[in-house]
């Protein structure tokens, strides 16, 4: 059996040697479970790259030894496997429920586009009746999987401090191409400077979920006339800011 312990120290090439088994194995419970075979070699290759250039690191630095090796590695690759799984479904969401090349709502019909245009308008409602609106819409960007934009990362730091200009924003934060937790974990880092509470990239995207819930919740209705779930709300989420895009345009 590999010293695998010890070649987290030394050499994480032949880690990565060792581990291609539980690495497969990994990767495609995560691909059958969200119905996804044919990306398993997509994955795959972004398992492999992601440990080589940033977890191996990150797992030399939080391995504690309370459990083997082999199973933190395998509950990290899992947690970054879900991650990226919905960063690619939203993204087949995107592009079948809009088309970027024409203007939004173009091809809907007339009925439809005035219900659309009054969820989104309940959306907004409920986003503006939030103690943190600011907050909750980058965090609703991260979860959607959108591009952030540094008025809204101020927007973000204003609510907590109102004469403090942020400087210098993380691009990875902005761009929705990054990892999901690890974009919680920069706006998280971010807000602490001005916050009271050392904030936490993992609270925020509790507090994010919570918030995600109840909006779901209450959109739905009581007793329930609507359907949302946590992916379908992603298509009002993109129709709530291109909407957004095309008043200020």
Known sequence: TPDYLHLLKTDYNTLLKELQPLLRFAVNEVCTRYSMPDFFDDLLSSVNEELLTHKFDKIKQTYSGETKLTTYVVTVVTNYCKDV???EQSRKIRSEAINEDTEIFS???SDTKALIADEIKRLNFLILLNKYPARLISCLKIFANIELTPQEINDTIAELSKNSPLSTIPTELLYFDENEQQRYTLL???L???DKKDM???SL???SDRKINDLIRVLN???PNKSYTKESIII???YFFSSKMSESA
Do not use: C, F, M, T
């Open 85 to 87: 799984v919905r960063v």
């Open 107 to 109: 091809d809907i019909s």
């Open 188 to 190: 998280a880092n971010l």
């Open 192 to 194: 602490s400077k001005y």
């Open 200 to 202: 936490q990239g993992d």
């Open 205 to 207: 995207r509790r507090w």
């Open 221 to 223: 209705g009581n007793p």
């Open 236 to 238: 009002l989420i993109e």
